[in-house]
């Protein structure tokens, strides 16, 4: 079992940055690929970026150049750093570890408010 927690949410005007940070229990990390994902309210939660076992990574195509995700295997840890954060980005963001359809686990989430 993978618990995982999100740190970093909070309120910031358009424009400005956050930096979220996930932390995952468990000794095989390092063997997950690590998500981003988002979800508004009425929408479907949908990838924001992910990051492999080899440090692959994958955007959204609304958040390309804007937001980065790194991950650090010694600390458990996956970031998502999000600059020039716009209206459209509010959402609850959640964290993803998953190494299989049956090896798939999710954080609680922590919500991002973007103010024009």
């Known amino acids: 079992q993978v618990q995982l927690a999100e740190f970093g949410g909070g309120l910031v005007q358009s424009g400005g940055s956050l930096r979220l940070s996930c932390v995952a229990s468990?000794?095989?990390?390092?063997?997950?690929?690590m998500g981003w994902y988002r979800q508004a309210p009425g929408k479907k939660r949908e990838l924001v970026a992910d990051?492999?076992?080899?440090?692959?990574?994958n955007y959204l195509d609304s958040v390309e150049g804007r937001f980065f995700i790194s991950r650090d295997n010694a600390k458990n840890t996956v970031d998502l750093q999000m600059n020039s954060l716009k209206p459209e980005d509010t959402a609850k963001y959640f964290c993803?570890?998953?190494?299989?359809?049956?090896?798939?686990?999710w954080g609680q989430g922590t919500q991002v408010t973007v103010a024009s």
């Open positions: 468990g000794s095989t990390f390092s063997l997950y690929k």
């Open positions: 990051i492999d076992s080899s440090s692959i990574t």
């Open positions: 993803n570890a998953r190494r299989a359809v049956w090896d798939d686990w």
